[in-house]
């Protein structure tokens, strides 16, 4: 638990060289005057001082946060110390999706208000699920080895054609962006029955018959997303986007 005294003081030593200053440092430095702290700001300014403070304290790391004579640690350390919430980077979460989806659901509805002076119409739905098919890809193309690995723990194709993972964010990236157009129908619509027919399989098969536990590879390959009923919806979506586009226009 904190210090709840009047007199809240931290010494800081954190690194802080003419190349290069440590944003966990920052970060620290930050949260404990927003804490109420008097930080004692200590500038670790060479690699010989940096060298030297973690040999003389025993630690692995820098920045080191030191209250009331007692070594704190980093700044996840500090943050458990001051009772603020810590993320479990192994722990499964749906934030990057529910990030993703609430920003393309906005946009697409500003861009119908902006268009049409309303914020609901088919047009603000397609713009939505357009939109979100190209985010999806830009995330995947972030990192395509990252992406086509965990793909392959999946996805049916990909597991009898591994190029196939190469390929998969180019097609959703090229039949986004045609949707989000509304134009060349004839290649957006097969284009996205293939994949997100495929997709829907794997994932149904994977989840639901096969019931392993993995994580999905939706928002790129460095994720801990799991997969399961989101990811099979992303691609019920994109089939229902790619039937729509070709019978209702």
Request: net charge positive.
């Given at each position: ?9 931290a010494t ?34 060479s ?29 996840e ?17 749906y934030?990057?999706?529910i ?17 049409y ?20 890809a ?5 990192d ?50 293939f ?10 098969k ?5 019931k ?13 997303v799991p ?6 919806t992303?691609?019920?979506?994109m089939?229902?986007?790619a ?7």
């Amino acid at each position: 638990m904190a210090n709840q005294g009047s007199n809240k003081e931290a010494t800081l030593y954190r690194m802080m060289t003419p190349k290069h200053s440590c944003p966990f440092g920052l970060k620290t430095l930050d949260l404990l005057k927003r804490e109420g702290y008097e930080v004692e700001d200590h500038h670790l300014e060479s690699r010989e001082d940096i060298d030297a403070f973690k040999q003389k304290h025993d630690v692995k790391t820098t920045p080191q946060t030191f209250i009331n004579g007692q070594r704190i640690g980093g700044y996840e350390d500090v943050r458990k110390f001051l009772g603020k919430k810590v993320r479990d980077k192994s722990k499964p979460t749906y934030r990057p999706v529910i990030a993703l989806f609430s920003l393309t659901a906005l946009t697409a509805l500003v861009l119908n208000y902006s268009i049409y002076g309303s914020l609901i119409s088919v047009q603000a739905v397609e713009w939505f699920i357009a939109l979100s098919m190209v985010v999806l890809a830009l995330l995947k193309l972030q990192d395509i080895e990252a992406f086509s690995t965990m793909f392959l723990n999946y996805d049916l194709l990909a597991k009898r054609w591994v190029p196939y993972g190469y390929i998969y964010p180019f097609g959703e990236a090229l039949a986004g962006i045609l949707m989000v157009g509304g134009i060349l129908n004839w290649i957006s619509v097969p284009v996205a029955l293939f994949i997100a027919g495929i997709g829907a399989v794997s994932v149904f098969k994977a989840v639901y018959i096969d019931k392993r536990e993995l994580k999905c590879a939706c928002v790129g390959g460095n994720n801990n997303v799991p997969l399961g009923f989101i990811s099979l919806t992303e691609n019920l979506m994109m089939i229902g986007m790619a039937l729509w586009m070709w019978f209702g226009h």
